[in-house]
Protein backbone atom coordinates (compact mmCIF):
# COMPACT_ATOMS: atom_id res chain seq x y z
CA UNK A 1 0.00 0.00 0.00
CA UNK A 2 1.43 3.34 -0.86
CA UNK A 3 0.54 5.59 1.55
CA UNK A 4 -1.41 9.12 0.81
CA UNK A 5 0.19 12.48 1.26
CA UNK A 6 -0.96 14.06 4.29
CA UNK A 7 0.81 17.66 3.85
CA UNK A 8 2.08 18.98 0.93
CA UNK A 9 4.70 22.01 0.31
CA UNK A 10 4.37 24.89 -2.23
CA UNK A 11 6.29 27.71 -3.29
CA UNK A 12 4.15 30.18 -5.53
CA UNK A 13 1.02 28.61 -6.92
CA UNK A 14 3.12 24.74 -7.75
CA UNK A 15 3.60 22.22 -5.08
CA UNK A 16 7.07 21.60 -4.83
CA UNK A 17 6.93 18.88 -2.29
CA UNK A 18 5.02 15.88 -1.00
CA UNK A 19 4.80 14.53 2.57
CA UNK A 20 3.10 10.88 2.25
CA UNK A 21 1.75 8.64 5.94
CA UNK A 22 -0.83 7.07 7.53
CA UNK A 23 -3.57 8.90 10.24
CA UNK A 24 -6.04 7.22 12.01
CA UNK A 25 -8.71 8.51 14.07
CA UNK A 26 -10.46 6.33 16.90
CA UNK A 27 -13.12 6.72 19.48
CA UNK A 28 -12.64 5.26 23.22
CA UNK A 29 -14.89 2.29 22.12
CA UNK A 30 -12.48 1.24 19.92
CA UNK A 31 -14.39 2.71 16.92
CA UNK A 32 -12.72 3.78 13.59
CA UNK A 33 -14.19 7.02 12.84
CA UNK A 34 -11.29 8.35 9.96
CA UNK A 35 -8.16 6.09 8.29
CA UNK A 36 -5.42 6.71 5.85
CA UNK A 37 -2.76 4.98 4.51
CA UNK A 38 -1.84 1.83 6.43
CA UNK A 39 -2.26 2.53 10.02
CA UNK A 40 -1.98 -1.05 11.17
CA UNK A 41 1.92 -1.16 9.90
CA UNK A 42 3.83 -0.70 13.77
CA UNK A 43 5.41 2.51 13.88
CA UNK A 44 7.79 3.94 17.21
CA UNK A 45 5.85 6.86 18.94
CA UNK A 46 9.27 7.60 20.27
CA UNK A 47 7.85 10.85 22.69
CA UNK A 48 4.42 11.08 21.67
CA UNK A 49 3.51 8.53 24.09
CA UNK A 50 4.88 10.04 27.37
CA UNK A 51 1.30 11.58 29.16
CA UNK A 52 1.03 7.35 28.88
CA UNK A 53 4.56 6.97 30.26
CA UNK A 54 3.28 9.38 33.09
CA UNK A 55 0.48 7.86 33.95
CA UNK A 56 2.97 5.57 36.64
CA UNK A 57 4.13 9.10 38.39
CA UNK A 58 0.55 9.91 39.55
CA UNK A 59 -0.66 6.70 40.10
CA UNK A 60 2.36 5.71 42.42
CA UNK A 61 1.54 8.44 44.79
CA UNK A 62 4.93 10.22 43.59
CA UNK A 63 3.35 13.20 42.55
CA UNK A 64 1.63 13.87 45.55
CA UNK A 65 4.57 12.47 47.57
CA UNK A 66 6.99 15.42 46.06
CA UNK A 67 4.21 18.07 45.98
CA UNK A 68 4.83 18.28 42.03
CA UNK A 69 2.87 21.14 40.80
CA UNK A 70 0.93 20.91 37.63
CA UNK A 71 3.71 22.72 35.93
CA UNK A 72 6.40 20.12 36.71
CA UNK A 73 3.72 17.65 35.76
CA UNK A 74 3.21 19.02 32.41
CA UNK A 75 7.01 18.64 32.32
CA UNK A 76 7.20 15.20 32.94
CA UNK A 77 5.32 14.28 30.14
CA UNK A 78 7.41 17.34 28.12
CA UNK A 79 9.42 17.62 24.92
CA UNK A 80 10.94 20.90 26.08
CA UNK A 81 12.93 23.24 24.53
CA UNK A 82 15.60 23.65 27.41
CA UNK A 83 14.57 27.31 27.92
CA UNK A 84 15.82 28.38 31.10
CA UNK A 85 12.23 27.49 32.38
CA UNK A 86 12.36 24.32 32.15
CA UNK A 87 16.12 23.17 32.99
CA UNK A 88 15.06 25.27 36.13
CA UNK A 89 11.69 22.99 36.44
CA UNK A 90 13.42 20.02 35.90
CA UNK A 91 15.87 20.56 38.29
CA UNK A 92 13.22 21.47 41.19
CA UNK A 93 11.70 18.42 40.69
CA UNK A 94 15.00 16.51 41.35
CA UNK A 95 15.36 18.62 44.48
CA UNK A 96 12.05 17.36 45.80
CA UNK A 97 13.25 14.16 45.84
CA UNK A 98 16.39 14.57 47.50
CA UNK A 99 18.47 14.36 43.96
CA UNK A 100 20.15 16.21 41.69
CA UNK A 101 21.13 16.27 38.15
CA UNK A 102 23.92 13.71 38.81
CA UNK A 103 20.67 11.25 38.51
CA UNK A 104 19.79 11.91 35.18
CA UNK A 105 20.29 9.62 32.28
CA UNK A 106 19.43 11.21 29.12
CA UNK A 107 22.38 12.99 27.95
CA UNK A 108 22.87 16.52 27.51
CA UNK A 109 22.33 18.68 24.33
CA UNK A 110 21.99 22.38 23.56
CA UNK A 111 18.29 23.57 24.31
CA UNK A 112 16.58 23.40 21.08
CA UNK A 113 15.11 26.93 21.35
CA UNK A 114 17.88 29.00 19.64
CA UNK A 115 17.53 32.08 21.90
CA UNK A 116 18.29 29.44 24.62
CA UNK A 117 20.99 28.14 22.83
CA UNK A 118 22.24 31.28 22.33
CA UNK A 119 22.58 32.73 25.32
CA UNK A 120 24.11 29.53 27.31
CA UNK A 121 26.63 29.69 24.70
CA UNK A 122 27.34 33.85 25.86
CA UNK A 123 27.51 32.67 28.99
CA UNK A 124 30.45 30.35 28.42
CA UNK A 125 28.58 27.54 30.36
CA UNK A 126 28.00 24.51 28.35
CA UNK A 127 24.69 22.45 28.21
CA UNK A 128 23.36 19.68 30.55
CA UNK A 129 21.03 17.06 30.82
CA UNK A 130 18.57 19.60 32.43
CA UNK A 131 18.11 21.21 28.89
CA UNK A 132 17.71 17.95 27.03
CA UNK A 133 14.13 17.56 25.97
CA UNK A 134 13.42 14.81 27.84
CA UNK A 135 14.91 16.36 31.33
CA UNK A 136 11.20 16.53 32.89
CA UNK A 137 10.41 13.09 31.84
CA UNK A 138 13.37 11.58 33.38
CA UNK A 139 13.11 13.50 36.89
CA UNK A 140 9.94 11.97 36.91
CA UNK A 141 11.07 9.14 36.76
CA UNK A 142 13.73 9.69 39.39
CA UNK A 143 10.96 10.59 41.31
CA UNK A 144 9.39 7.42 40.77
CA UNK A 145 12.06 4.95 41.58
CA UNK A 146 12.20 7.23 44.76
CA UNK A 147 8.78 6.61 45.69
CA UNK A 148 8.78 3.21 44.50
CA UNK A 149 12.36 2.71 46.99
CA UNK A 150 14.63 1.49 43.79
CA UNK A 151 17.41 2.93 43.49
CA UNK A 152 17.27 5.34 40.38
CA UNK A 153 20.69 4.22 38.74
CA UNK A 154 19.74 2.40 35.61
CA UNK A 155 16.31 3.78 35.47
CA UNK A 156 16.69 4.37 31.94
CA UNK A 157 17.19 -0.12 31.41
CA UNK A 158 14.44 -2.10 30.31
CA UNK A 159 14.81 -4.31 33.67
CA UNK A 160 14.63 -1.40 35.72
CA UNK A 161 11.17 -0.96 38.19
CA UNK A 162 10.38 2.18 36.37
CA UNK A 163 10.64 1.01 33.08
CA UNK A 164 8.20 -2.45 33.90
CA UNK A 165 5.78 0.16 35.38
CA UNK A 166 5.70 2.25 32.19
CA UNK A 167 5.85 -0.74 29.64
CA UNK A 168 2.63 -2.09 31.75
CA UNK A 169 1.26 1.67 31.22
CA UNK A 170 1.43 1.39 27.56
CA UNK A 171 0.35 -1.85 27.11
CA UNK A 172 -2.73 -1.57 29.19
CA UNK A 173 -3.71 1.96 27.86
CA UNK A 174 -2.79 1.15 24.02
CA UNK A 175 -4.36 -2.47 24.31
CA UNK A 176 -0.75 -3.34 22.32
CA UNK A 177 1.88 -5.78 23.02
CA UNK A 178 5.16 -3.62 23.85
CA UNK A 179 7.70 -6.66 22.55
CA UNK A 180 11.17 -7.23 23.51
CA UNK A 181 10.71 -8.10 19.41
CA UNK A 182 9.81 -4.55 18.38
CA UNK A 183 11.97 -2.72 21.35
CA UNK A 184 14.30 0.25 20.06
CA UNK A 185 16.45 2.30 22.01
CA UNK A 186 14.90 6.30 22.30
CA UNK A 187 17.06 9.46 21.80
CA UNK A 188 16.90 9.83 25.85
CA UNK A 189 17.84 5.75 26.20
CA UNK A 190 15.13 4.54 27.44
CA UNK A 191 13.18 1.35 25.45
CA UNK A 192 11.20 2.17 22.93
CA UNK A 193 8.52 0.15 21.54
CA UNK A 194 6.81 -0.41 17.96
CA UNK A 195 2.97 -0.33 18.03
CA UNK A 196 0.39 -0.22 15.05
CA UNK A 197 -1.18 3.66 14.70
CA UNK A 198 -4.33 2.01 15.45
CA UNK A 199 -3.22 1.24 19.39
CA UNK A 200 -1.70 4.47 19.94
CA UNK A 201 -5.11 6.11 18.52
CA UNK A 202 -7.30 4.03 20.66
CA UNK A 203 -4.59 4.89 23.65
CA UNK A 204 -5.24 8.66 23.21
CA UNK A 205 -8.89 8.38 22.86
CA UNK A 206 -9.41 6.20 26.45
CA UNK A 207 -6.56 8.91 27.67
CA UNK A 208 -8.49 11.80 26.98
CA UNK A 209 -11.66 10.35 28.53
CA UNK A 210 -10.91 7.89 31.20
CA UNK A 211 -12.72 5.00 29.41
CA UNK A 212 -12.03 1.43 30.01
CA UNK A 213 -9.91 2.92 32.57
CA UNK A 214 -10.14 2.26 36.80
CA UNK A 215 -11.41 5.51 39.13
CA UNK A 216 -7.40 6.34 39.87
CA UNK A 217 -6.34 5.95 36.11
CA UNK A 218 -8.74 8.10 34.95
CA UNK A 219 -7.77 10.51 37.75
CA UNK A 220 -4.09 10.33 36.92
CA UNK A 221 -5.10 10.68 33.13
CA UNK A 222 -7.57 13.98 33.60
CA UNK A 223 -4.98 15.28 35.96
CA UNK A 224 -1.86 15.46 33.63
CA UNK A 225 -4.41 17.22 31.37
CA UNK A 226 -5.39 19.64 33.25
CA UNK A 227 -1.67 20.31 34.24
CA UNK A 228 -1.14 20.46 30.46
CA UNK A 229 -3.78 22.71 29.54
CA UNK A 230 -3.03 25.01 31.97
CA UNK A 231 0.76 25.16 31.84
CA UNK A 232 1.22 24.60 27.54
CA UNK A 233 4.64 26.03 27.56
CA UNK A 234 5.93 23.49 29.75
CA UNK A 235 4.82 20.50 27.39
CA UNK A 236 6.64 21.99 24.63
CA UNK A 237 8.16 26.21 24.70
CA UNK A 238 8.11 29.20 22.76
CA UNK A 239 6.88 29.11 19.65
CA UNK A 240 5.97 25.48 19.27
CA UNK A 241 3.88 23.90 18.26
CA UNK A 242 2.34 22.04 20.85
CA UNK A 243 2.21 25.33 23.26
CA UNK A 244 0.01 26.96 20.66
CA UNK A 245 -2.37 24.56 19.94
CA UNK A 246 -3.01 23.63 23.97
CA UNK A 247 -2.76 27.53 24.70
CA UNK A 248 -5.27 27.70 21.75
CA UNK A 249 -7.49 25.02 22.81
CA UNK A 250 -7.15 24.67 25.94
CA UNK A 251 -8.82 20.99 27.28
CA UNK A 252 -10.38 20.73 24.52
CA UNK A 253 -7.28 19.18 22.83
CA UNK A 254 -3.85 17.79 24.53
CA UNK A 255 -1.55 16.99 22.21
CA UNK A 256 1.88 15.64 21.89
CA UNK A 257 5.03 15.07 19.06
CA UNK A 258 6.87 12.55 18.61
CA UNK A 259 10.41 12.23 17.22
CA UNK A 260 10.24 10.91 13.11
CA UNK A 261 6.88 12.73 12.07
CA UNK A 262 4.61 10.83 14.70
CA UNK A 263 1.96 12.73 16.15
CA UNK A 264 -0.66 11.95 18.73
CA UNK A 265 -3.87 13.89 20.10
CA UNK A 266 -6.57 13.34 22.55
CA UNK A 267 -10.08 15.30 21.68
CA UNK A 268 -11.76 14.66 25.22
CA UNK A 269 -15.28 16.09 24.18
CA UNK A 270 -15.84 14.10 21.31
CA UNK A 271 -13.77 10.97 23.04
CA UNK A 272 -11.66 11.09 20.14
CA UNK A 273 -7.85 9.50 19.61
CA UNK A 274 -5.59 10.40 16.60
CA UNK A 275 -2.42 9.01 15.50
CA UNK A 276 -0.67 9.75 12.61
CA UNK A 277 3.00 8.86 11.37
CA UNK A 278 4.83 10.20 7.85
CA UNK A 279 6.44 8.45 6.31
CA UNK A 280 9.55 10.48 5.95
CA UNK A 281 9.77 11.54 9.67
CA UNK A 282 9.13 15.15 8.78
CA UNK A 283 7.82 17.26 11.66
CA UNK A 284 6.08 20.02 9.73
CA UNK A 285 4.02 17.78 8.22
CA UNK A 286 3.22 15.98 11.26
CA UNK A 287 1.76 19.25 12.82
CA UNK A 288 -0.18 20.53 9.34
CA UNK A 289 -1.86 17.16 9.05
CA UNK A 290 -2.56 17.10 12.92
CA UNK A 291 -3.80 20.61 12.74
CA UNK A 292 -6.26 19.23 9.47
CA UNK A 293 -7.71 16.30 11.54
CA UNK A 294 -8.46 18.25 14.35
CA UNK A 295 -9.65 20.98 12.71
CA UNK A 296 -11.87 18.68 10.84
CA UNK A 297 -13.50 16.92 13.94
CA UNK A 298 -13.64 19.80 16.59
CA UNK A 299 -16.09 22.45 16.29
CA UNK A 300 -14.38 26.08 16.81
CA UNK A 301 -15.90 29.52 16.72
CA UNK A 302 -15.05 31.82 14.07
CA UNK A 303 -12.19 33.70 16.32
CA UNK A 304 -10.71 30.67 17.53
CA UNK A 305 -10.67 28.91 13.43
CA UNK A 306 -9.20 32.23 13.19
CA UNK A 307 -6.13 31.83 15.50
CA UNK A 308 -6.34 28.14 14.54
CA UNK A 309 -5.90 28.49 10.88
CA UNK A 310 -1.94 29.09 10.80
CA UNK A 311 -1.73 26.20 12.71
CA UNK A 312 -3.13 24.29 9.59
CA UNK A 313 -0.78 26.37 6.99
CA UNK A 314 2.14 27.06 7.75
CA UNK A 315 3.51 30.02 6.21
CA UNK A 316 7.38 29.60 4.66
CA UNK A 317 9.44 32.60 4.01
CA UNK A 318 12.92 33.06 3.26
CA UNK A 319 15.85 34.76 4.84
CA UNK A 320 14.70 38.69 4.03
CA UNK A 321 10.89 37.47 5.65
CA UNK A 322 9.43 37.30 2.29
CA UNK A 323 6.57 34.67 1.97
CA UNK A 324 7.47 31.83 -0.26
CA UNK A 325 5.10 29.10 0.23
CA UNK A 326 2.79 27.19 2.76
CA UNK A 327 3.23 23.73 4.28
CA UNK A 328 -0.54 22.55 4.19
CA UNK A 329 -2.87 19.13 4.09
CA UNK A 330 -3.40 18.55 0.06
CA UNK A 331 -5.80 20.33 -1.50
CA UNK A 332 -8.40 17.22 -2.31
CA UNK A 333 -7.77 16.21 1.61
Known amino acids: MENPVLAE ?15 VVIDADGGVVFSAGDVARPVFPRSAVKAIQGLPLIESGAADRYGLTDAEIALAVSSHSGEPRHAETSLAMLKKAGRDIGCLECGAHWPMNEVAARALARSGAEPSALNNNCSGKHAGFVCLSCALDEDPAGYVRQG ?9 ALEEVTGAEHSSERMGIDGCSIPSYAVPLTALALGFARFGTGHGFGPERARAAARIRAAAAAHPFMVAGTDRFDTKLMGLLGARAFTKTGAEG ?3 AALPELGYGIALKCDDGAGRAAEVAL ?6 FLPMDEPTQAAFAPLREAVLKNWNGIEVGRVRAPADG
Open 9 to 23: VTRGNAVESRHRGAA
Open 160 to 168: HAVQRAVRG
Open 262 to 264: VYC
Open 291 to 296: AALIGR
